[in-house]
T-cell receptor, first 118, second 117 residues
Framework: DTGVSQNPRHKITKRGQNVTFRCDPI?????LYWYRQTLGQGPEFLTY????????KSRLLSDRFSAERPKGSFSTLEIQRTEQGDSAMYLC????????????????FGEGSRLTVL | AQKITQTQPGMFVQEKEAVTLDCTYD???????LFWYKQPSSGEMIFLIY??????QNATEGRYSLNFQKARKSANLVISASQLGDSAMYFC??????????????FGKGTKLSVIP
């Protein structure tokens, strides 16, 4: 399978615990994104990496959230001291950079990691 | 900033009929891309179709076509010959190709399509 892979697919945790999600992007993609999706809403941008550099973070990403992409390949999203409001689907996506031609910058998404905070 | 509006929270369509899902957008960027994604209950976002702001013709991909009206800032998705497997959430999204935010998609709230046998 050469698509975007995320794990775990489901995580149930108690409020105050830390959780970590992992994303393995498509191997040749240099851009990696994290989105959050709550019930009845479209995905909302959280953060973006180009290779190993985190180039942008949304104001949605509080200081309890941290994301890394240490070698420019897989990425982790950690949430510390989880709150019930963190319950959501966390989606990872990857893409090629915009380099003209037919590359539209389309994002390829994983199946998501669903977090439930009790 | 970009904004996507999908005004239809839910739609029903009879199997084998065509259906149009509405999308309007707002941007000040001259160059941008418009995308439609399908999200079945499994959660994965599946890319369906793309339209560039400077494309002269409406995009088509199999049973999917995009009715692009630039002056009205609308990018409606048309699904022809609906199938039961088309039942899912559908999201319209856009990204600018210059300036701040050119690396990210902005999504609408989605439309839930239900195909009736």
């Amino acid at each position: 399978d050469t698509g975007v892979s995320q794990n775990p697919r489901h995580k149930i945790t108690k409020r105050g615990q830390n959780v970590t999600f992992r994303c393995d992007p498509i191997s040749e993609h240099n851009r990696l994104y994290w989105y959050r999706q709550t019930l009845g809403q479209g995905p909302e941008f959280l953060t973006y990496f180009q290779n190993e550099a985190q180039l942008e973070k949304s104001r949605l990403l509080s200081d309890r959230f941290s994301a890394e992409r240490p070698k420019g390949s897989f990425s982790t999203l950690e949430i510390q001291r989880t709150e019930q409001g963190d319950s959501a689907m966390y989606l990872c996506a990857s893409s090629l950079g915009l380099a003209g031609g037919k590359n539209t910058g389309e994002l390829f998404f994983g199946e998501g990691s669903r977090l439930t905070v009790l | 900033a970009q904004k996507i509006t999908q005004t239809q929270p839910g739609m029903f369509v009879q199997e084998k009929e065509a259906v149009t899902l509405d999308c309007t957008y707002d941007t000040s960027d001259p160059s941008y891309g418009l995308f439609w994604y399908k999200q079945p209950s499994s959660g994965e976002m599946i890319f369906l179709i793309y339209q560039g702001s400077y494309d002269q013709q409406n995009a088509t991909e199999g049973r999917y076509s995009l009715n692009f009206q630039k002056a009205r800032k609308s990018a409606n998705l048309v699904i022809s010959a609906s199938q039961l497997g088309d039942s899912a959430m559908y999201f319209c999204a856009m990204r600018p190709y210059s300036g701040a935010g050119s690396y990210q998609l902005t999504f609408g709230k989605g439309t839930k399509l239900s195909v009736i046998p």
